[in-house]
């Protein structure tokens, strides 16, 4: 696990590293913020880079702990050599979603129509495909799934699940995925919504770890 120094509180700050690969049939792991706000299941064979607090901005909202989960590099791997040259080292394709899951204070927006405009809708950027009311954590919730653009084509999708919460501190999930893939990635996102739990038990507030019972 990795801790990041900052992180904008963006969903459009990581469309630029994914691939045009991805996988089906993620195994998951539980993960437990270690500021103690929520557990979630992330895929198990990601990387974890935790994100600090930040600071309210502008009237915006404040960044209070986050996680981000993110595929391994993926490694490379000898080509055969071809008319006997030398073989030429090719990237084998890994999964290349990216999810994220922040707390954040949302007392500065008055209805969820805001909250998606702060994070994600209100960039030009960005094509709304889905807009539809979901649940999250036992709250009202809105699902937005957005393709974006960069020079008039789809180079990214994104999927996230947001909350006002208690309207001080709401919650939001997203995925990045390779452009057009919702079909694919739906139920596996799905599946880390249902899972996102913010009420946590004080036992768990600092192991951000599986505990099993014999």
């Known amino acids: 696990m990795s801790r990041a120094r900052s992180l904008p509180i963006s969903l459009i700050a990581l469309f630029l590293f994914v691939a045009c690969a991805r996988q089906q049939g993620r195994e998951f792991a539980r993960y437990y913020d270690d500021q103690g706000m929520f557990t979630v299941n992330l895929p198990e064979a990601n990387e974890i880079t935790v994100t600090p607090p930040q600071s309210a901005a502008q009237g915006g909202p404040g960044l209070l702990t ?59 950027v960005v094509d709304v495909v889905i807009d539809n009311p979901t649940e999250l954590d ?7 799934v957005a393709d974006v653009r960069n020079g008039g084509q789809v ?45 946590v038990p004080p036992v768990f507030d600092t192991f951000p770890v599986d505990v099993q019972t014999p």
């Open 66 to 124: 986050g996680v981000v989960s993110s595929p391994p590099a993926p490694s490379p791997t000898p080509s055969p050599a071809l008319g006997g040259g030398l073989g030429v080292d090719s990237t084998q394709q890994t999964d290349q979603t990216v999810y994220q899951a922040f707390a954040v204070t949302t007392d500065s927006f008055k209805d969820l129509d805001q909250m998606a405009l702060y994070f994600l809708t209100g960039d030009p």
């Open 138 to 144: 036992g709250d009202p919730g809105k699902l937005v």
């Open 155 to 199: 180079n990214a999708s994104v999927a996230a699940a947001m909350t006002l919460g208690d309207g001080k501190t709401g919650y939001l999930i997203a995925a990045i995925f390779p452009p057009g893939g919702w079909d694919g990635e739906r139920g596996d996102f799905e599946r880390i919504v249902e899972s996102f739990d913010s009420h």
